[in-house]
C-alpha cells in the first residue's frame, strides 16, 4: 500500500533569468515569490500559495517552456509502476523522482513528499 497526491504545478521556463520568470508569474497569480528548497537558488522559486492549494513552482529550463504537474508520493517505485499499469512510461530517473510521460505524451514527475500535509489528502493504493 502507497500513497499519492496532486503535489506542484511546475512552470517550465526557457530562460536565464527565473527571477524575472517568477515576477511574471507572482504579479499573474497574485501570490508573492518564496525561495525554492535549492541547494544553489539558481533554478527554482516557489510562489507562495494558500496551503489548500498545490505548490506553484517556476523554473529554469533547457528545454522549450511548458507547464508540468508533480505528483508526490510516499513510495515512488510504487506509484510509477501504478502509473505504468495505466500507460504511462519512464523518461529519465533525476535524483530520488522520476520524469515520467502520458500516453497522451505530457510530462510529469514522480516525487517524494513535498508538503507537510501530505497524507491529509493523499489517495490511498493497493
Given amino acids: 500500500m502507497h500513497r499519492s497526491r496532486l503535489a506542484a504545478v511546475v512552470i517550465d521556463c526557457q530562460t536565464s533569468d527565473v527571477d524575472a520568470a517568477a515576477g511574471f508569474w507572482s504579479r499573474a497569480l497574485g501570490w508573492r515569490v518564496d525561495p525554492?528548497?535549492?541547494?544553489?537558488?539558481s533554478r527554482y522559486r516557489r510562489l507562495d500559495t494558500p496551503a489548500s492549494q498545490p505548490d506553484v513552482l517556476v523554473q529554469a529550463v533547457e528545454h522549450?517552456?511548458?507547464?508540468?504537474v508533480d505528483i508526490e508520493t510516499d513510495d515512488v517505485e510504487a506509484e510509477v509502476r501504478r502509473l505504468e499499469a495505466l500507460g504511462a512510461r519512464r523518461v529519465a530517473q533525476v535524483k530520488t523522482?522520476?520524469?515520467?510521460?502520458?500516453?497522451?505524451?505530457?510530462?510529469?514527475c514522480v516525487v517524494k513528499p513535498q508538503r507537510d500535509d501530505f497524507a491529509d489528502g493523499a489517495n490511498v493504493w493497493e
Fill in 36 to 41: 525554492h528548497d535549492d541547494p544553489d537558488g
Fill in 64 to 68: 522549450p517552456s511548458r507547464v508540468h
Fill in 97 to 108: 523522482w522520476w520524469v515520467m510521460e502520458a500516453p497522451t505524451g505530457q510530462r510529469f
